[in-house]
Protein backbone atom coordinates (compact mmCIF):
# COMPACT_ATOMS: atom_id res chain seq x y z
CA UNK A 1 0.00 0.00 0.00
CA UNK A 2 1.22 3.46 -1.01
CA UNK A 3 0.84 6.06 1.66
CA UNK A 4 2.98 9.69 1.35
CA UNK A 5 3.98 10.50 5.47
CA UNK A 6 4.59 14.42 6.16
CA UNK A 7 6.88 15.92 8.84
CA UNK A 8 7.82 18.99 10.23
CA UNK A 9 4.71 21.68 10.46
CA UNK A 10 4.34 23.60 14.17
CA UNK A 11 4.39 26.63 15.24
CA UNK A 12 6.81 29.88 14.95
CA UNK A 13 6.66 33.46 14.76
CA UNK A 14 6.60 35.81 11.67
CA UNK A 15 9.20 35.99 10.01
CA UNK A 16 10.10 32.71 11.32
CA UNK A 17 11.70 28.79 9.01
CA UNK A 18 10.01 26.03 8.72
CA UNK A 19 10.83 22.88 6.27
CA UNK A 20 8.23 20.31 4.92
CA UNK A 21 9.12 16.53 4.31
CA UNK A 22 7.24 14.12 2.64
CA UNK A 23 8.03 10.56 1.90
CA UNK A 24 6.80 8.42 -0.30
CA UNK A 25 6.12 4.28 1.28
CA UNK A 26 4.77 1.19 -0.62
CA UNK A 27 5.04 -1.06 -2.95
CA UNK A 28 5.59 1.16 -6.62
CA UNK A 29 7.39 1.67 -9.62
CA UNK A 30 8.24 5.46 -10.20
CA UNK A 31 7.15 8.46 -8.05
CA UNK A 32 6.62 11.14 -10.91
CA UNK A 33 5.65 15.17 -9.64
CA UNK A 34 5.38 16.06 -6.06
CA UNK A 35 4.05 18.71 -4.55
CA UNK A 36 2.58 20.67 -1.71
CA UNK A 37 -0.98 22.45 -1.19
CA UNK A 38 -2.69 24.69 1.71
CA UNK A 39 -6.02 24.60 3.03
CA UNK A 40 -6.59 27.32 5.45
CA UNK A 41 -9.53 27.33 7.22
CA UNK A 42 -12.88 28.35 5.38
CA UNK A 43 -10.73 28.77 1.89
CA UNK A 44 -10.50 25.90 -0.99
CA UNK A 45 -7.42 23.86 -0.83
CA UNK A 46 -4.55 25.80 -2.99
CA UNK A 47 -1.46 25.17 -4.24
CA UNK A 48 1.70 26.04 -3.22
CA UNK A 49 4.49 24.69 -4.95
CA UNK A 50 5.30 21.59 -7.37
CA UNK A 51 8.22 19.93 -8.78
CA UNK A 52 9.06 17.16 -11.69
CA UNK A 53 11.45 14.43 -11.43
CA UNK A 54 13.53 16.25 -13.81
CA UNK A 55 13.22 19.20 -11.16
CA UNK A 56 10.79 21.61 -13.08
CA UNK A 57 9.06 23.57 -10.64
CA UNK A 58 5.71 25.54 -10.30
CA UNK A 59 4.27 27.57 -7.08
CA UNK A 60 1.60 30.09 -6.30
CA UNK A 61 2.55 33.80 -6.25
CA UNK A 62 1.92 34.32 -3.00
CA UNK A 63 4.96 32.20 -2.12
CA UNK A 64 7.76 33.30 -4.74
CA UNK A 65 10.65 34.13 -3.50
CA UNK A 66 9.82 32.75 0.11
CA UNK A 67 9.38 29.10 -0.44
CA UNK A 68 11.63 26.50 -2.03
CA UNK A 69 10.84 22.95 -3.13
CA UNK A 70 13.40 20.35 -4.04
CA UNK A 71 13.39 16.65 -3.74
CA UNK A 72 15.87 13.30 -3.99
CA UNK A 73 14.11 11.12 -6.10
CA UNK A 74 16.37 8.38 -4.20
CA UNK A 75 14.50 8.59 -1.24
CA UNK A 76 11.32 9.74 -3.05
CA UNK A 77 11.05 12.54 -0.65
CA UNK A 78 9.94 16.12 -1.58
CA UNK A 79 10.89 19.22 0.93
CA UNK A 80 9.03 22.12 1.22
CA UNK A 81 11.64 25.44 2.72
CA UNK A 82 9.66 27.87 4.19
CA UNK A 83 11.46 30.85 4.85
CA UNK A 84 9.75 34.91 5.91
CA UNK A 85 6.56 32.97 6.77
CA UNK A 86 3.68 35.08 7.11
CA UNK A 87 0.49 34.70 9.43
CA UNK A 88 -1.34 34.29 6.03
CA UNK A 89 0.71 31.17 5.68
CA UNK A 90 -0.91 29.72 8.56
CA UNK A 91 -2.99 26.29 6.93
CA UNK A 92 -2.83 22.61 6.92
CA UNK A 93 -0.14 21.54 3.89
CA UNK A 94 -0.79 18.77 2.40
CA UNK A 95 1.75 16.44 0.63
CA UNK A 96 0.71 15.73 -3.07
CA UNK A 97 2.56 12.93 -5.38
CA UNK A 98 2.08 10.81 -8.82
CA UNK A 99 2.65 7.55 -8.26
CA UNK A 100 2.81 4.85 -10.92
CA UNK A 101 1.86 1.89 -8.60
CA UNK A 102 2.08 -0.53 -11.87
CA UNK A 103 1.71 -0.15 -15.61
CA UNK A 104 -0.75 2.49 -16.93
CA UNK A 105 -1.64 6.10 -15.45
CA UNK A 106 0.42 7.62 -12.77
CA UNK A 107 -2.24 7.31 -9.38
CA UNK A 108 -2.92 10.50 -7.35
CA UNK A 109 -2.15 10.34 -3.55
CA UNK A 110 -2.52 12.49 -0.81
CA UNK A 111 -1.17 12.89 2.99
CA UNK A 112 -2.88 13.51 5.50
CA UNK A 113 -1.57 17.02 6.14
CA UNK A 114 0.36 18.84 9.05
CA UNK A 115 -0.65 22.03 10.73
CA UNK A 116 1.23 25.27 10.14
CA UNK A 117 0.81 28.18 12.26
CA UNK A 118 2.52 31.91 12.07
CA UNK A 119 2.00 33.43 15.27
CA UNK A 120 3.12 35.96 17.39
Known amino acids: QVQLVESGGGLVQPGGSLRLSCAASGSFFSVNAMGWYRQAPGKQRELVET???????NYADSVKGRFTISRDNLKNTVYLQMNSLKPEDTAVYYCNAFILVRGGTPVEYWGQGTQVTVSS
Open 51 to 57: ITRGGRT
